[in-house]
C-alpha cells in the first residue's frame, strides 16, 4: 500500500534551517509529482511546493519563494523540503503527498503522510 512517512521537523529559531524528507513506498515514486502542503493551527492546509515526476521542474507558494525548494531522489524514493530563514508565519505541520498531476491544487493529491511538525520562535 501506498504510504509517505515525513521526517526533519522540529523547533528553530526565526533565520534558521530545516529539512523535512518524505520516504515513499507501495508505488513507482518516479511516475508521479511530489508536493508538500502545511497546516498551521486555526488555518487551512495550503500548497507550499509541488516538483515534477522527473524532478526537472519545481514550483512555490509566494509566501516561502526563495527561502525552500523542493527536491526528489527517485533512487532513493525520497522528496525532499529544504526551508532557509525560517520565520515565525512558517509555524504549521508539514505533509507530503503524492499528486496525479503537477499541480498546486490539492484536488489532484491522494495519498498523504501523517505530517510533521515545525515550529520557528522568534
Known amino acids: 500500500q501506498v504510504q509517505l512517512v515525513e521526517s526533519g521537523g522540529g523547533l528553530v529559531q526565526a533565520g534558521g534551517s530545516l529539512r523535512l524528507s518524505c520516504a515513499a513506498s507501495g508505488f513507482t515514486f518516479s511516475s508521479y509529482a511530489m508536493g508538500w502542503f502545511r497546516q498551521a493551527p486555526g488555518k487551512e492546509r495550503e500548497f507550499v511546493a509541488v516538483v515534477s515526476a522527473n524532478g526537472g521542474r519545481t514550483a512555490f507558494a509566494d509566501s516561502v519563494k526563495g527561502r525552500f525548494t523542493i527536491s526528489r531522489d527517485n533512487a532513493k524514493n525520497t522528496v525532499y523540503l529544504q526551508m532557509n530563514s525560517l520565520e515565525p508565519d512558517d509555524t504549521a505541520v508539514y505533509y507530503c503527498?503524492?499528486?496525479?498531476?503537477?499541480?498546486?491544487?490539492?484536488?489532484?493529491?491522494?495519498?498523504w503522510g501523517q505530517g510533521t511538525q515545525v515550529t520557528v520562535a522568534s
Open positions: 503527498a503524492r499528486s496525479l498531476a503537477y499541480s498546486h491544487y490539492q484536488t489532484y493529491y491522494t495519498y
